[in-house]
């Protein structure tokens, strides 16, 4: 038997790279996956590439109204059981260029968004549930012109231990992957991080969350997973 069969599972950012992957490796092992993507032309191309057991809907999760659409799709099949919240947005901007719509932009999705979309799947979401937060790249908050993404990151990790303690009455985990080596870069070991970043793939990524998904790892919750691949 699938380890996931059976699941009803929500993927945000699901049209793309880890949340594709990710989305496709849920429905291989028996979930029906919910995938939401802003843009309809590869919400499409997603679904037609995962090919069964998933259902696309459009929209933003920095939009409630959208958020509200996902959950009234899943609610047709039932209770969900696996979360995984992987929209993000990336901008770089130095300390002194960080405008206000650069601000509410990266955290509009980052931090707004991610809450929203925990917060109104928890009525559907069933006890003893996995919620698993793709977080922004470990070594981010000290490379340069990324101080919001350091900052959304922190917010990540400080709301999953707070979300495992809210929901430990319910069983539900909450637990990150984190997709990059955790070790900030020197200038000089730049080259060898990139060549190791290019080797941690989607899939890999997709790998771990699957894990996370299912029942194997029942007693694991409030936890950073870091994906890294190999050695430099």
């Known amino acids: 038997m699938r380890k996931l069969e059976g699941k009803i599972a929500v993927v945000t950012g699901g049209n793309s790279g880890i949340g594709l992957a990710t989305a496709q490796r849920f429905a291989e092992n028996g979930a029906h996956v919910f995938i939401l993507a802003r843009r309809s032309s590869e919400l499409e191309n997603a679904v037609k590439m995962i090919g069964k057991n998933v259902t696309g809907v459009e929209g933003d999760v920095a939009n409630l109204a959208d958020l509200g659409r996902l959950y009234d799709a899943a609610r047709q099949k039932g209770a969900i059981d696996i979360l995984f919240a992987n929209a993000a947005l990336g901008e770089f ?49 000290d490379a340069p012109a990324l101080g919001m993404y350091g900052a959304v990151r922190a917010a990540m990790r400080s709301l999953a231990r707070s979300w495992t303690v809210d929901l430990d ?33 989607p899939d890999e990524v997709a790998d771990i969350a699957s894990v996370l998904a299912s029942d194997e790892s029942s007693f694991i919750t409030g936890i950073e997973v870091l994906v890294a691949s190999g050695s430099a």
């Open 93 to 141: 901007a130095p300390v002194g260029q960080v405008s206000e719509a650069h601000l509410d932009r990266v955290l509009g999705l980052n931090v707004k968004g991610l809450l929203f979309t925990v917060q109104k799947a928890l009525p559907l979401l069933r006890d003893g549930g996995s919620i698993i937060l793709n977080a922004l790249p470990a070594s981010a908050q």
């Open 169 to 201: 009455s319910r069983q539900i985990r909450v637990n990150v992957i984190s997709p990059l080596p955790s070790d900030a870069p020197r200038p000089r070991e730049r080259e060898k991080v990139r060549a190791k970043r290019a080797r941690t793939t």
